[in-house]
T-cell receptor, first 112, second 110 residues
Framework: KAGVTQTPRYLIKTRGQQVTLSCSPI?????VSWYQQTPGQGLQFLFE???????NKGNFPGRFSGRQFSNSRSEMNVSTLELGDSALYLC???????????FGQGTRLTVV | GQNIDQPTEMTATEGAIVQINCTYQ??????LFWYQQHAGEAPTFLSY??LDGLEEKGRFSSFLSRSKGYSYLLLKELQMKDSASYLC???????????WGLGTSLGVNP
C-alpha cells in the first residue's frame, strides 16, 4: 500500500511569506503528526491530529498551525516565515495511539 | 520535565556488535520506540518496547528497564548499511505524546 506522501518535497520562501505543506497519510491511518527536524535540535514535535481534532501540541509559536480533513489528509501552515524556520518538516501517520508511526519523506523548507 | 538522553555519536567496525543506550525521564510511560534514519531519508520503525526485557528482531534487539528509565538498542553483525542515526522516543503520559531524543549517529567502518 502507498506510504505517507508529503508535498512539496522542496520549497524556497522569502522571510515574511507564508507556506502551506501537505501530508497524505497511509490509508486507514487517522492520526497525523508533524515534526520539524534540524541538525542541532533533532525531531521537534509540532502537533498531532486525530479524526480532525488536535490531540497534542508542541512548544512552537502561533505562527505554526495545522488542520486535518475528513479524509485524514493534513496541512500545516507557517506564517510570517523567519530564517530559523528553515528545516525538514516531517509528517507521520499511524493507526492508533500506541502504534508505530510511518514517516513521509519530508518537505525541505529553505527561508531566504 | 521531559528528558531523553542518547550519545551523540558512536563508531564501530563492520561485523562487530554495538549497543546504543537511551535514558529517559518522562511524566508517565507507555512504551519506548527505536527508529533508524539514514541521511536524507525519513525515520523508519525498528522496535517498540512496552514491558521490561529484551526483544529480538533479526540482527537488532531492544531492551527496556522501566524502573531504571533505561533502554538500549543492540545491533549485531554490523553492516555498512547500518550507518545511520538511531532515534529513541518515549510514548509518554495519558495523551500518548512522543518525546524524542536527539539521536545517535552511528558510523560503521570497514
Amino acid at each position: 500500500k502507498a506510504g505517507v506522501t508529503q508535498t512539496p518535497r522542496y520549497l524556497i520562501k522569502t522571510r515574511g511569506q507564508q507556506v502551506t505543506l501537505s501530508c497524505s497519510p497511509i490509508s486507514g491511518h487517522r492520526s497525523v503528526s508533524w515534526y520539524q527536524q534540524t541538525p542541532g535540535q533533532g525531531l521537534q514535535f509540532l502537533f498531532e491530529y486525530f479524526s480532525e481534532t488536535q490531540r497534542n501540541k508542541g512548544n512552537f509559536p502561533g505562527r505554526f498551525s495545522g488542520r486535518q480533513f475528513s479524509n485524514s489528509r493534513s496541512e500545516m501552515n507557517v506564517s510570517t516565515l523567519e530564517l530559523g524556520d528553515s528545516a525538514l518538516y516531517l509528517c507521520a501517520s499511524k493507526t492508533g495511539f500506541d502504534t508505530e508511526a510511518f514517516f513521509g519523506q519530508g518537505t525541505r523548507l529553505t527561508v531566504v | 520535565g521531559q528528558n531523553i538522553d542518547q550519545p551523540t555519536e558512536m563508531t564501530a567496525t563492520e561485523g562487530a556488535i554495538v549497543q546504543i543506550n537511551c535514558t529517559y525521564q518522562t511524566s508517565g510511560f507507555n512504551g519506548l520506540f527505536w527508529y533508524q534514519q539514514h541521511a536524507g531519508e525519513a525515520p523508519t520503525f525498528l522496535s517498540y518496547n512496552v514491558l521490561d526485557g529484551l526483544e529480538e528482531k533479526g540482527r537488532f534487539s531492544s531492551f527496556l528497564s522501566r524502573s531504571k528509565g533505561y533502554s538500549y538498542l543492540l545491533l549485531k553483525e554490523l553492516q555498512m548499511k547500518d550507518s545511520a542515526s538511531y532515534l529513541c522516543a518515549v510514548n509518554a503520559g495519558n495523551n500518548r505524546k512522543l518525546i524524542w531524543g536527539l539521536g545517535t549517529s552511528l558510523g560503521v567502518n570497514p
